[in-house]
């Protein structure tokens, strides 16, 4: 079965854009969840959704904003970029809501903010 | 809150030959899951091996295998006949019982060479 889709691959914007990105989680997955990954911060936990809820945030400015649809499809918007946001941005489903069994993650969005 | 230390920032491995990889974390919770991450070149964060707390037989996959100390919080990845598809940094990941959320170590960078 096709895994998670994340589009899309490269991204450029230029600072003080918005972007929207999106990720198509495992067929049955109901569970998606963001990550930002850094070279000086890391991974880092960014929101996850259940059942177009979001159940919980990590710890990013209010700038960083995502939504779930009805066929657990998820998009993260990020408004007035700035360089810091630059970053690799991976999206991750599960079939339970939390995770147990562990995550699939897909190939990620790579964002670069100029 | 918990914490994911990996004090190997590089590894390096010959081929066929056996490496460990360190991952040690701080948490006060009882139930919680632990994993192994592989992230190669393409980006793709693929699950190795997955823990539960609450298990004291240690998991193996394969060429994989955990040594799991709850007491000393210690959860070291042990990859046996190593291959040169081995290469890839490899994420230490914590999952508490309640949340669905992933705490990441820094990673370390796993070389086979020939």
């Known amino acids: 079965k096709a895994g998670v889709t994340q589009t899309p691959r490269y991204l450029i914007k230029t600072r003080g854009q918005q972007v929207t990105l999106s990720c198509s989680p495992i067929?049955?997955?109901?569970?998606v969840s963001w990550y930002q990954q850094t070279p000086g911060q890391g991974l880092q936990f960014l929101f996850e959704?259940?059942?177009?809820?979001?159940?919980n945030k990590g710890n990013f400015p209010g700038r960083f904003s995502g939504r779930q649809f009805s066929n657990s499809r998820s998009e993260m918007n990020v408004s007035t970029l700035e360089l810091g946001d630059s970053a690799l941005y991976l999206c991750?489903?599960?079939?339970?809501?939390?995770?147990?069994?562990?995550?699939?993650f897909g190939s990620g969005t790579r964002l670069t903010v100029v | 809150a918990q914490t994911v230390t990996q004090s190997q920032p590089e590894m390096s491995v010959q081929e066929a030959e056996t490496v460990t990889l360190s991952c040690t974390y701080d948490?006060?919770?009882?139930?919680?899951?632990l994993f192994w991450y592989k992230q190669p070149p393409s980006r793709q964060m693929i699950l190795v091996i997955r823990q539960e707390a609450y298990k004291q037989q240690n998991a193996t996959e394969n060429r994989f295998s955990v040594n799991f100390q709850k007491a000393a919080k210690s959860f070291s990845l042990k990859i046996s006949d190593s291959q040169l598809g081995d290469a890839a940094m490899y994420f230490c990941a914590y999952l508490t019982g309640t949340a669905s959320k992933l705490t990441f170590g820094t990673g370390t960078r796993l070389q086979v060479t020939l």
């Open positions: 991750a489903s599960s079939l339970s809501g939390q995770g147990r069994r562990g995550y699939t």
């Open positions: 959704y259940f059942s177009e809820t979001q159940r």
């Open positions: 067929s049955g997955h109901r569970s």
């Open positions: 948490t006060s919770e009882s139930d919680y899951y």
